[in-house]
């Protein structure tokens, strides 16, 4: 498999979880990185014949099988449970020891929750202490959310650049909460529910978000902004807009971009830089996709 980008962060928070600790002495690392204050993720490439022990982690695991995984198990008691592949999911909950039988190939993606992410998360949409609700461990299941959220919303993206580190916290926000909606031991609780943003505070996120389009923007730092939870934000930014927080973020460096193309002389390289891209050729994918023409092309006939 041909490793398509590289995202490796100096002193990441994810070099501290026990999974990725564990990986990294005979799994090639193609990717990682960490995204906002709750979610970390890395790519994996493994060909191994092997137990592994992951040993009371402090963090949550969702694993999807990209490919392969077919000689994987589950080591519990005298019968090692298999059915390990191609889509096939697993959640490994935090202080939870686990086995693993490895045999032959497969390609990982992980995604780590630290256990007071967790705790936070649960607060927040449950309103209850964060003891009463629990994440059992499940192993090789499928669940189409957690395959397409991967597959569609966060392998594809470059991991180093502003402009898809915010959708890679968007999405790794989207599991935490799928994982409490669906697989937590309190699903029979109603999640809070809560209106939109105030005028004020709408304006005040807009603001910021016009002031940093080179940086790169997190939920957090946008919730921070608007003084409430990621969990919360997030969603009461869409009722409030109409599109997830980084469909805004994304949408405005464009608008910028189609701005300064418009009204000056700059070269492309240099408006993708201030726009949060890590590149001309990145700007400009990003740009055909949201209006059909290439950046040189749009400032050929809107000049």
Not at 35 to 49: V, Y
Not at 215 to 224: G, R
């Amino acid at each position: 498999m041909a490793e398509t980008a590289s995202a490796f962060q100096p002193n990441g928070r994810y070099q501290k979880f026990e999974v990725f600790n564990q990986l990294i002495g005979d799994a090639n690392l193609l990717r990682a990185g960490d995204f906002g204050e709750s979610i970390s993720a890395a790519h994996w490439q493994r060909k191994a014949d092997v137990l592994t022990r992951y040993t009371d982690p402090d963090h949550h695991t969702i694993s999807l099988y990209v490919n392969g995984g077919t000689g994987i198990q589950r080591k519990i008691g005298a019968d090692p449970m298999s059915g390990g592949g191609p889509g096939r999911c697993c959640l490994m909950p935090a202080y939870l020891t686990s086995d693993w039988l490895v045999h032959g190939e497969v390609e990982l993606f992980h995604v780590y929750i630290p256990h007071a992410a967790w705790e936070r998360a649960v607060v927040e949409a449950f309103d209850i202490e964060p003891n009463a609700v629990e994440v059992p461990e499940k192993t090789f299941f499928l669940d189409p959310l957690i395959e397409q959220t991967v597959r569609q919303a966060m392998l594809p993206l470059d991991w180093d650049v502003p402009a898809d580190r915010m959708a890679m916290s968007n999405a790794g926000q989207l599991l935490m909460g799928h994982m409490l909606r669906s697989y937590s031991t309190r699903r029979d609780l109603g999640f809070k529910v809560r209106g939109g943003l105030s005028p004020v505070i709408k304006r005040r996120v807009f603001d910021f978000v016009d002031a940093n389009l080179d940086q790169p923007l997190t939920i957090e730092e946008l919730a921070e902004v608007a003084d409430l939870s990621a969990y919360h934000f997030a969603r009461m930014f869409r009722k409030t807009v109409g599109e997830a927080p980084h469909q805004f973020v994304l949408r405005r460096r464009i608008e910028r971009a189609m701005h300064m193309l418009r009204d000056g002389n700059a070269p492309v390289a240099e408006i993708a830089l201030e726009t949060g891209f890590s590149s001309q050729a990145h700007l400009t994918t990003r740009f055909s996709r949201f209006t059909g023409l290439t950046p040189a092309k749009y400032r050929s006939i809107s000049q």
